[in-house]
C-alpha cells in the first residue's frame, strides 16, 4: 500500500510516500512561499507515485467540520496569504484519491500513539490508546488522541491557551497576542524571550542561587518554565484523562525540564488522582520519540484512515 503524507508548515511543506507500518519511501521539504505555488509543488511531488489516499496535518487554525462549505481550509491564519486557502480539494482533484486533513499536532499525536510510545517503549506498555501530545515551541499546540480515536468536538482543542497561575517571581505581561498571559503567553520559545530578552537555548541550568548563573536575572527561567508545564500537565489530566504525555517541541530539547516538571507535576496533583499512571510521572511525561518524524509519521496513519472512512 503507497500512502502518501503532508505536513504543512509556516517555513515548510513536508511530503512523504510510506506505507502503512511507517516506512517512509521518498521524501521532500518544500519551502512554504504563496499557497499557488506551495501547493502546485507538492502536487508535483505526488503525481505518478500512486498514491492510494492522501494525509495531511496542517497549521492553522483550520476547518474540520465536513458540513461546512469551509471545510478543509486554513481559516483565519497569520501567515501571510495563506487565509482562506482550501488544501484539501485541490489535492483531490489532482490526485484521484481520498484526502484527510487534521492538525499538525493531532497528526503528532496520532504519529506517537501508533509508532512511539504506543509500541514498545516503557511508557508505550500504558499509553497507546490515550495519549497527549504536546508542542512547546513558537507557539504551543495539543494533540488529544483518547480512546483511540482524535478529539475534535465543535472544532479542535486549542489547549495551549489555558490559563494557569503564575509564578509568585514571574513578572512578565506575557506573549499571547489574544489572551497575553495563558499558558502560551508564558511559556513558549517567544514568551522566554520576551520575560528575559535572551533566547531560550542560551540560557544555563543553574540551581537557584548558583554563584555560576551566566545572565542575570535568568536563574529561575526554567524554574518559571517548568512551574507552568507541570500546571498545563495537570490540567491536561484532569480534562483528558490521559494515559502518557509527550512533551515535544524546541524547548523541550532541554532534558533537564523533565525532572524539574515532573517535580512540580507531583505538588500540584498532590495525590487527589490515584491511578498506576500519574503516580508516576517518570513514565508519564515523557520526551518525543521518532526522532522528529511523529508528525508525518500521523499522516501516513491519516491517509490510511481515509481509505475507510
Ligand atoms: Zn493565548
Do not use: Q
Given at each position: 500500500m503507497i500512502l502518501g503524507a503532508l505536513e504543512t508548515g509556516g517555513t515548510k511543506f513536508v511530503c512523504a510516500t510510506g506505507d502503512e507500518n511507517g516506512v517512509i519511501s521518498d521524501r521532500a521539504v518544500i519551502p512554504t512561499t504563496s499557497p499557488e505555488e506551495t501547493l502546485e509543488a507538492v502536487k508535483k511531488f505526488f503525481s505518478?507515485?500512486?498514491?492510494e489516499a492522501l494525509g495531511i496535518g496542517s497549521f492553522?487554525?483550520?476547518?474540520?467540520?465536513?458540513?461546512?462549505?469551509?471545510?478543509g481550509h486554513i481559516t483565519?491564519?497569520?501567515?501571510?496569504?495563506?487565509?482562506?486557502?482550501?488544501?484539501?480539494s485541490p489535492f483531490e482533484k489532482a490526485l484521484g484519491c481520498p484526502v484527510r486533513l487534521d492538525t499538525d499536532v493531532n497528526a503528532a499525536a496520532l504519529g506517537e500513539a501508533v509508532f512511539g510510545h504506543?509500541?514498545?517503549s516503557a511508557a508505550g506498555k500504558t499509553g497507546s490508546d490515550n495519549l497527549l501530545y504536546v508542542t512547546i515551541g513558537t507557539g504551543i499546540g495539543v494533540g488529544v488522541y483518547i480512546d483511540g480515536h482524535l478529539l475534535h468536538g465543535a472544532?479542535?482543542?486549542?489547549?495551549?491557551?489555558i490559563f494557569v497561575a503564575r509564578h509568585p517571581d514571574d513578572r512578565y505581561e506575557g506573549?499571547?497576542?489574544?489572551?497575553?498571559?495563558c499558558f502560551e503567553g508564558l511559556a513558549s520559545g517567544p514568551a522566554i524571550e520576551g520575560r528575559f530578552g535572551i533566547r531560550g537555548e542560551l540560557i544555563p541550568f543553574n540551581a537557584?542561587?548558583?554563584?555560576?548563573?551566566?545572565?542575570?536575572?535568568?536563574?529561575?527561567a526554567w524554574d518559571i518554565e517548568a512551574y507552568y508545564i507541570a500546571q498545563a500537565c495537570v490540567n491536561y489530566t484532569l480534562c483528558y484523562s490521559p494515559k502518557v504525555i509527550v512533551l515535544g517541541g524546541?524547548?523541550?530539547?532541554?532534558?533537564?525540564l523533565f525532572p524539574m516538571i515532573r517535580s512540580y507535576y507531583k505538588r500540584f496533583m498532590n495525590n487527589y488522582v490515584k491511578n498506576p499512571y500519574t503516580e508516576n510521572p517518570d513514565s508519564y511525561i515523557v520526551p518525543a520519540t521518532l526522532s522528529g518524524d511523529q508528525g508525518i509519521l500521523g499522516c501516513l496513519c491519516l491517509a490510511k484512515s481515509a481509505l475507510t472512512e
Open positions: 505518478g507515485k500512486r498514491i492553522g487554525p483550520l476547518c474540520l467540520d465536513k458540513s461546512s462549505p469551509d471545510y483565519s491564519t497569520p501567515k501571510p496569504g495563506w487565509s482562506n486557502t482550501d488544501i484539501v504506543a509500541s514498545g472544532m479542535h482543542a486549542e489547549s495551549g491557551h506573549k499571547c497576542p489574544f489572551h497575553k498571559d537557584p542561587g548558583s554563584e555560576n548563573a551566566s545572565f542575570t536575572g535568568t536563574e529561575k524546541g524547548v523541550m530539547n532541554h532534558p533537564e
